[in-house]
């Protein structure tokens, strides 16, 4: 039996924010090309759909484009490329500019103009926001714009098990169709990548249950190399039991952290001195990385509070008031008082770091084109970098649109000139059927349970690669996913049914982050000094000398990987001191 | 020793049985576990096979509706010991074909979503280097709360309307046609409204209100309803009056 096959020009891997923005782009480029969508679950369920504070775009009077790129370089703790700032910080206004004309319902000042918000570690107030929802209104605005491009066509619930690559150029992938069990090539002249993270990779994370960083792992296994994967942010206020995230919104609006004397303790670790209100730059508007490093050490001084889910610090907004935490906070009070059952009008909030952003990802340039021909990435797979070291809050909504956009327009352009995918890739396709009913789906014998597996990789993860590492806890990660991978082949499948097998999607799903969660290990293990959201407590500084540089990580045709380094772009902002509360 | 819940849970794999069948798990649970975490360790550690959808757990991803008990719910924001000591019934949202055991074929929706274009509509955009469009605090408030559906479809599995008229638009779509409708950006109401004037759009709903009461988002898609049947008659009447074009 040969494989079905359809075909289109351009394919998007993932219906997020950067999938759905970069398929208008390629829509509106050349309405004559074909645009596949191709995602594992319905575009409106994609998790740009819980980001909460907003998406930064420096518009006010007082602000301007290089200071939006200062704050973003220096919060990136100078790993980002200036040149990719420079174009993000001016393309991020017209973007969000964009939005509102499509619909989306920004908040606004009194006179009907586009509101702003503070920001941690921004220095103006540039961050537009839709209440608290900011990544939900986003998305559904982006889903129902999409709706009226015919040239658009939609796989929802197709599950991306492989990238077609012949000549060295990328073709199209092979999808498993969930509701009828279909295993099909589609085939495509230009493919991006739009699947987001890995938050998954973790025990404890903000992270949908679908953040399993595919598109790194296929873009990886076809050859295009990995770039800053040792970057991971741990957000700083994730509610204990289920890491929710609770929005950096809260502290904008002028929470407090506070630890179990009542203390502001952000002023012991080089963050400002507390004001009642909130200071731009300064304690909790300080920059993800720097806060949950203090709760770490707040922790080992003995003076956070410990609870039933690990230890905790208090957010309290009490003093906020209601009508000022239901007009701009309301998603908080809502998550707070249905999964954390406190009110914070009345109660602090237990929160802690949580896993929540991958800095890094597939390496791609300002277009979004990866190293191999056809392919591109945008969103949270990809890292182009604009995000360094550290990402500061609110510039990932606004990267996806920006870098979306610009991967649609570039991936149509590569694929105007493309001759249609060779035959070869069918032999591929075929290959990749095979390898899915061999392996997966009339598998028989196995014992190691998909869950086993995953928490095992989970627990390596956060000893070995959590907000403070070393050599010698990375290495064991390095060789207990090298055990992991061999347990892997034994995987126990007890859904022998075609019919939406998600025991089969778990299992794919575990494989991709197998190999994402072995990258980030290795390149922590490699990166001998400490930047950003990479401490390693044996190389406790920052070293220009050797590290103003990114990872790049490769797979070697044996299958065993290798590390590149390739410097950093400096434009017009030379490496210097990450300075706060000044 | 943590206590323990019986989960009777819908089995259904169309490969092997003609008709949906019941299957009991007892699982521990603790304070903090909502019904999904409960599905999740049936999953993880009893039996892989069970096949549903979630994602986000925190209520804004809308995979996880259910009914539970026979209500409609998101079974990531229903907590196990509310249902304690059970035992407690999950099965597919009602109204929609069942694919597989605790999942439904949203097909139906997705095209019903489509059919009221729900994207802003204008005569003429205006270039982005013009700015944003003006609009009051006051003016989004209008349209706001009918912009905050999940698409979750737990209001479909409650309306009797839907469960007798497949054919019904339904509380979600008609929500979000007056989402649009009331937007100050938009001028594409007219051209929704003759989409929505027939028997299946809003004139199928009797108003039995259990749309809104099922909501787990308050967007209140009975009251948008209503608002649209005023719209409409108002027009209706119009239209003797100021012949179209003239406005």
């Given at each position: 039996?040969?494989?079905?096959?359809?075909?289109?020009?351009?394919?998007?891997?993932?219906?997020?924010?950067?999938?759905?923005?970069?398929?208008?782009?390629?829509?509106?480029?050349?309405?004559?090309?074909?645009?596949?969508?191709?995602?594992?679950?319905?575009?409106?369920?994609?998790?740009?759909?819980?980001?909460?504070?907003?998406?930064?775009?420096?518009?006010?009077?007082?602000?301007?484009?290089?200071?939006?790129?200062?704050?973003?370089?220096?919060?990136?703790?100078?790993?980002?490329?200036?040149?990719?700032?420079?174009?993000?910080?001016?393309?991020?206004?017209?973007?969000?500019?964009?939005?509102?004309?499509?619909?989306?319902?920004?908040?606004?000042?009194?006179?009907?103009?586009?509101?702003?918000?503070?920001?941690?570690?921004?220095?103006?107030?540039?961050?537009?926001?839709?209440?608290?929802?900011?990544?939900?209104?986003?998305?559904?605005?982006?889903?129902?714009?999409?709706?009226?491009?015919?040239?658009?066509?939609?796989?929802?619930?197709?599950?991306?098990?492989?990238?077609?690559?012949?000549?060295?150029?990328?073709?199209?992938?092979?999808?498993?169709?969930?509701?009828?069990?279909?295993?099909?090539?589609?085939?495509?002249?230009?493919?991006?990548?739009?699947?987001?993270?890995?938050?998954?990779?973790?025990?404890?994370?903000?992270?949908?249950?679908?953040?399993?960083?595919?598109?790194?792992?296929?873009?990886?296994?076809?050859?295009?190399?990995?770039?800053?994967?040792?970057?991971?942010?741990?957000?700083?206020?994730?509610?204990?039991?289920?890491?929710?995230?609770?929005?950096?919104?809260?502290?904008?609006?002028?929470?407090?952290?506070?630890?179990?004397?009542?203390?502001?303790?952000?002023?012991?670790?080089?963050?400002?001195?507390?004001?009642?209100?909130?200071?731009?730059?300064?304690?909790?508007?300080?920059?993800?990385?720097?806060?949950?490093?203090?709760?770490?050490?707040?922790?080992?001084?003995?003076?956070?509070?410990?609870?039933?889910?690990?230890?905790?610090?208090?957010?309290?907004?009490?003093?906020?008031?209601?009508?000022?935490?239901?007009?701009?906070?309301?998603?908080?009070?809502?998550?707070?008082?249905?999964?954390?059952?406190?009110?914070?009008?009345?109660?602090?909030?237990?929160?802690?770091?949580?896993?929540?952003?991958?800095?890094?990802?597939?390496?791609?340039?300002?277009?979004?084109?990866?190293?191999?021909?056809?392919?591109?990435?945008?969103?949270?797979?990809?890292?182009?970098?604009?995000?360094?070291?550290?990402?500061?809050?609110?510039?990932?909504?606004?990267?996806?649109?920006?870098?979306?956009?610009?991967?649609?327009?570039?991936?149509?352009?590569?694929?105007?000139?493309?001759?249609?995918?060779?035959?070869?890739?069918?032999?591929q396709a075929n290959d990749e059927r095979r390898r899915l009913e061999e392996r997966y789906l009339r598998k028989t014998g196995g014992t190691e349970r998909i869950a086993t597996i995953r928490k095992e990789m989970q627990a390596t993860m956060e000893e070995g690669a959590g907000i403070y590492r070393n050599g010698e806890a990375l290495q064991k990660s390095t060789d207990k996913l090298r055990e992991l991978q061999d347990r892997f082949q034994n995987i126990l499948i007890e859904d022998d049914s075609r019919t939406f097998n998600t025991e089969l999607t778990s299992a794919l799903e575990l494989a991709y982050m197998l190999e994402v969660a072995a990258s980030i290990v290795q390149c922590g293990l490699n990166r001998t000094e400490s930047r950003g959201a990479h401490q390693r407590t044996d190389f406790p500084g920052r070293d220009d000398d050797n590290f103003l540089a990114h990872s790049l990580v490769y797979r070697n045709d044996d299958g065993s990987s290798r590390i590149e380094y390739l410097p950093v772009t400096i434009t017009r902002w030379p490496p210097s001191e990450r300075v706060?509360?000044? | 020793?943590?206590?323990?819940?019986?989960?009777?849970?819908?089995?259904?794999?169309?490969?092997?049985?003609?008709?949906?069948?019941?299957?009991?798990?007892?699982?521990?649970?603790?304070?903090?576990?909502?019904?999904?975490?409960?599905?999740?360790?049936?999953?993880?550690?009893?039996?892989?096979?069970?096949?549903?959808?979630?994602?986000?757990?925190?209520?804004?991803?809308?995979?996880?509706?259910?009914?539970?008990?026979?209500?409609?719910?998101?079974?990531?924001?229903?907590?196990?010991?509310?249902?304690?000591?059970?035992?407690?019934?999950?099965?597919?949202?009602?109204?929609?074909?069942?694919?597989?055991?605790?999942?439904?074929?949203?097909?139906?929706?997705?095209?019903?979503?489509?059919?009221?274009?729900?994207?802003?509509?204008?005569?003429?955009?205006?270039?982005?280097?013009?700015?944003?469009?003006?609009?009051?605090?006051?003016?989004?408030?209008?349209?706001?709360?009918?912009?905050?559906?999940?698409?979750?479809?737990?209001?479909?599995?409650?309306?009797?309307?839907?469960?007798?008229?497949?054919?019904?638009?339904?509380?979600?779509?008609?929500?979000?046609?007056?989402?649009?409708?009331?937007?100050?950006?938009?001028?594409?109401?007219?051209?929704?409204?003759?989409?929505?004037?027939?028997?299946?759009?809003?004139?199928?709903?009797?108003?039995?209100?259990?749309?809104?009461?099922?909501?787990?988002?308050?967007?209140?898609?009975?009251?948008?309803?209503?608002?649209?049947?005023?719209?409409?008659?108002?027009?209706?009447?119009?239209?003797?009056?100021?012949?179209?074009?003239?406005?």
């Amino acid at each position: 039996m040969v494989v079905d096959v359809s075909s289109h020009d351009v394919l998007l891997v993932g219906g997020g924010g950067a999938g759905l923005r970069a398929a208008i782009a390629v829509a509106e480029f050349n309405p004559k090309l074909s645009v596949a969508v191709v995602s594992k679950v319905y575009p409106m369920r994609s998790h740009t759909v819980s980001a909460e504070g907003g998406a930064a775009g420096a518009v006010a009077a007082d602000d301007s484009l290089d200071e939006h790129a200062y704050d973003t370089v220096s919060g990136g703790d100078w790993l980002c490329d200036q040149d990719a700032v420079e174009l993000f910080v001016d393309e991020a206004p017209k973007e969000l500019l964009q939005m509102e004309h499509w619909g989306c319902p920004w908040s606004r000042t009194p006179d009907g103009r586009i509101a702003v918000r503070s920001f941690g570690g921004m220095k103006k107030k540039r961050t537009w926001f839709a209440s608290d929802k900011t990544g939900f209104h986003m998305l559904h605005t982006l889903f129902q714009t999409s709706l009226k491009y015919d040239p658009i066509v939609r796989y929802d619930e197709w599950f991306v098990t492989t990238l077609l690559v012949d000549d060295g150029r990328v073709q199209g992938v092979v999808a498993l169709e969930l509701m009828s069990g279909k295993i099909q090539a589609i085939t495509a002249k230009a493919v991006i990548l739009c699947t987001g993270g890995c938050g998954k990779v973790f025990p404890f994370t903000t992270n949908a249950n679908i953040k399993n960083g595919d598109g790194m792992a296929l873009a990886f296994w076809a050859g295009a190399p990995l770039k800053d994967m040792e970057f991971v942010q741990y957000h700083p206020t994730g509610l204990p039991f289920t890491g929710i995230l609770i929005t950096e919104a809260a502290r904008s609006e002028g929470g407090y952290l506070v630890n179990k004397d009542g203390y502001r303790y952000l002023q012991d670790y080089d963050l400002g001195k507390p004001q009642p209100e909130p200071v731009l730059r300064s304690m909790e508007l300080g920059p993800r990385d720097r806060l949950s490093q203090a709760f770490i050490k707040e922790e080992e001084r003995g003076r956070t509070i410990e609870g039933p889910h690990g230890h905790v610090v208090n957010l309290d907004l009490r003093h906020l008031g209601e009508e000022k935490i239901d007009s701009r906070i309301p998603f908080v009070r809502e998550l707070c008082r249905k999964y954390q059952n406190i009110d914070p009008v009345r109660e602090m909030i237990p929160v802690r770091p949580v896993i929540h952003y991958a800095m890094g990802g597939v390496h791609t340039n300002k277009d979004g084109a990866t190293p191999v021909e056809g392919l591109f990435a945008a969103g949270e797979v990809a890292c182009v970098s604009i995000n360094g070291a550290n990402r500061l809050g609110s510039n990932s909504l606004p990267e996806l649109l920006v870098f979306g956009a610009r991967a649609g327009v570039a991936a149509a352009s590569f694929a105007s000139d493309q001759e249609a995918p060779s035959s070869h890739v069918m032999a591929q396709a075929n290959d990749e059927r095979r390898r899915l009913e061999e392996r997966y789906l009339r598998k028989t014998g196995g014992t190691e349970r998909i869950a086993t597996i995953r928490k095992e990789m989970q627990a390596t993860m956060e000893e070995g690669a959590g907000i403070y590492r070393n050599g010698e806890a990375l290495q064991k990660s390095t060789d207990k996913l090298r055990e992991l991978q061999d347990r892997f082949q034994n995987i126990l499948i007890e859904d022998d049914s075609r019919t939406f097998n998600t025991e089969l999607t778990s299992a794919l799903e575990l494989a991709y982050m197998l190999e994402v969660a072995a990258s980030i290990v290795q390149c922590g293990l490699n990166r001998t000094e400490s930047r950003g959201a990479h401490q390693r407590t044996d190389f406790p500084g920052r070293d220009d000398d050797n590290f103003l540089a990114h990872s790049l990580v490769y797979r070697n045709d044996d299958g065993s990987s290798r590390i590149e380094y390739l410097p950093v772009t400096i434009t017009r902002w030379p490496p210097s001191e990450r300075v706060y509360g000044k | 020793m943590a206590e323990t819940i019986v989960l009777q849970v819908t089995r259904y794999r169309p490969e092997q049985e003609a008709e949906p069948t019941i299957q009991e798990y007892e699982v521990p649970f603790t304070d903090d576990w909502v019904l999904l975490d409960a599905l999740n360790y049936v999953k993880d550690n009893i039996d892989g096979s069970l096949s549903f959808r979630w994602s986000c757990r925190m209520g804004i991803c809308g995979s996880c509706g259910m009914m539970v008990n026979g209500e409609p719910k998101l079974t990531c924001a229903a907590f196990v010991s509310e249902y304690a000591p059970g035992p407690v019934r999950i099965e597919p949202l009602r109204y929609f074909p069942i694919i597989r055991d605790l999942t439904t074929d949203m097909t139906d929706f997705m095209e019903k979503l489509k059919s009221v274009k729900p994207w802003i509509i204008r005569q003429e955009e205006k270039p982005i280097s013009e700015g944003e469009y003006l609009q009051s605090p006051e003016e989004l408030d209008r349209y706001k709360q009918f912009s905050m559906c999940i698409n979750c479809m737990l209001c479909y599995a409650a309306c009797p309307v839907y469960g007798l008229d497949p054919t019904f638009t339904g509380p979600a779509v008609i929500a979000l046609a007056q989402r649009y409708n009331l937007d100050s950006r938009d001028q594409g109401s007219r051209e929704r409204l003759e989409l929505l004037s027939d028997h299946e759009g809003i004139w199928g709903c009797t108003f039995v209100g259990e749309c809104t009461k099922v909501c787990p988002k308050n967007v209140d898609p009975a009251g948008a309803i209503q608002q649209y049947k005023v719209t409409a008659t108002t027009d209706w009447f119009k239209s003797f009056i100021m012949p179209r074009g003239v406005e």
